[in-house]
């Protein structure tokens, strides 16, 4: 009997661990610390997304936990003022205990439960003390620079260089013998590739041309693609948009090749690469700059659309969709969409047949108030412009009152081409030119392309200019 209530016991003690390890238990000791309640935050991309909150006990201990596991990656403990504690890795097992004094969190912390992250606070630790080292010695040379080639000179950058060559070795081992450790594919992707070795020396010098080239040739040589879990890690963000705002040409053929290049990397693992198309596509969305929505519509029609890569998020599939449809159509360099509008006598107005070399297509409101501080430009810059450059202005008011409407025309004088957007021939102009608030511009070339778009006066002013400046330089050196 005694035996069968043994083996009893063993088995209901067996289940009572595999049920832990389906969830999380994260056990946070703060010496010293007068919070009462911390938070727990992920990684994720470059944004951080709050998890779960935990409250001082009785023992003094915050207690993050949960029936269902935490997705493996690098989580931020934080207090309630959200200023951080600390960072650490979740990977594997998610029964961790975490003790540290927050006003020394490195040199003071103990982890149970977690190699991983044990592995990660002894290297925090070590280069901490490498820092403290160098410190004193690198203040001696800023303090006798004006001395660089006495003997004292030579023998204190002689110990500084040895001692950055053994952080480097350090930091290169950490990482190449801790490979499935989430710490230390982080601490690698967030070091240089050793990218020198790869230019040629000549009598000693490095060809400095190829420096540029070579660097981005191997920026992620040191990114494990095939570990999905540096998603979740703020390396993620900071590297491909370092890649893509300060390495890459900023042109869209540019820009596209690199898509693609990074997109090839990603594939090495099938969520890094759903993430990946993910986070271009949103970087280019959202960004400020003008033409780079044509990346936006590219990276969804190459990998998305056609199914090459899954959709991060399949619910929001079809306004994705949706969206590129519409930008599609008004992307730089694109024959704009035509407009057949009625003018204040009810004379259908064509945009595609107005002739002039500029046409500048202006959606605009009477009532709307940065209409009415932009107008006084508008029509400075139609007198500047009109007979100089062969400018005209195609203005479509969106007023639902036509009495206001041709009042403010008539009050301001406005000569150009004045038609109002309900009174269309041609289909909605909210659709057809994304139209979500006024004032928004267009300016098309004389074949009416679309040169700018969503600038106002002094810019579109300057685009003018510089064309017109460029045509002429380049009309002087044809002349023989």
């Not at 110990?159 to 190449?176: G, M």
């Not at 080239?213 to 590297?239: A, C, M, W």
């Not at 271009?280 to 029609?301: C, N, P, W």
């Not at 998305?304 to 519409?326: A, D, S």
Request: proline share 3%; with cysteine; aromatic share 14%.
């Amino acid at each position: 009997m005694k035996n069968i209530i043994a083996f009893l016991f063993v088995l209901c003690f067996s289940a009572g661990l595999l049920a832990a390890e389906k969830g999380y238990k994260i056990t946070v000791k703060l010496t010293g610390s007068s919070d009462t309640s911390l938070l727990l935050a992920h990684y994720y991309g470059n944004k951080q997304y709050l998890d779960d909150t935990a409250f001082r006990n009785r023992q003094g201990l915050f207690v993050f936990e949960g029936k269902e596991k935490l997705k493996d990656g690098m989580y931020i403990v934080a207090g309630v003022a959200k200023s951080k504690y600390f960072d650490f890795f979740l990977t594997g097992s998610q029964q961790i205990d975490f003790a540290c004094d927050p006003a020394n969190v490195v040199n003071t912390m103990q982890v149970k439960g977690s190699d991983d992250n044990k592995a990660f606070y002894a290297y925090i630790k070590y280069l901490g003390n490498k820092q403290t080292e160098i410190e004193p010695l690198s203040a001696w040379m800023k303090a006798n620079r004006s001395h660089p080639e006495s003997d004292s000179t030579k023998l204190v950058k002689a110990r500084i260089d040895a001692i950055d060559e053994e952080a480097k070795a350090y930091i290169k081992n950490f990482y190449t013998s801790n490979p499935a450790y989430l710490s230390a594919n982080f601490v690698k992707a967030s070091n240089e590739a050793e990218y020198l070795q790869y230019i040629a020396v000549t009598d000693g010098k490095i060809d400095s041309s190829r420096i540029y080239p070579t660097y981005k040739e191997h920026y992620f040589d040191n990114f494990t693609f095939e570990d999905s879990r540096l998603i979740y890690t703020p390396v993620f963000g900071q590297k491909v948009d370092f890649y893509f705002d300060k390495l890459v040409v900023p042109v869209l053929d540019s820009l596209q090749k690199d898509i693609d290049r990074v997109m090839t990397f990603a594939s090495a693992n099938k969520e890094m690469e759903t993430y990946m198309a993910w986070f271009l596509s949103l970087k280019y969305e959202t960004s400020q700059v003008m033409g780079h929505d044509a990346l936006f519509v590219y990276i969804v029609r190459k990998y998305l659309e056609t199914g090459k890569v899954g959709w991060q998020y399949p619910e929001v599939k079809g306004n994705i969709l949706k969206r590129i449809n519409t930008l599609d159509p008004l992307l730089l360099g694109k024959t704009a969409p035509n407009l057949i509008l009625l003018d204040t006598s009810n004379v259908a107005c064509s945009l595609l047949a107005t002739k002039a070399k500029y046409t500048l297509l202006f959606f605009w409101e009477s009532n709307c108030g940065h209409c009415q501080q932009e107008m006084p430009k508008v029509l400075k810059f139609y007198e500047e412009f009109h007979s100089k450059y062969g400018l005209e202005i195609f203005a479509v008011s969106t007023d639902t009152s036509l009495v206001k409407w041709k009042a403010f025309i008539s009050k301001n004088k406005m000569s150009w081409i004045n038609v109002n957007g309900h009174l269309s021939l041609s289909g909605n102009y909210h659709t057809l030119y994304d139209i979500r608030s006024t004032p928004v511009m267009y300016l098309l070339d004389e074949d009416k392309k679309i040169l700018t778009k969503f600038l106002l006066m002094d810019e579109i002013s300057n685009v003018i200019r510089k064309r017109e400046e460029a045509a002429e330089k380049n009309k002087k050196e044809k002349t023989p």
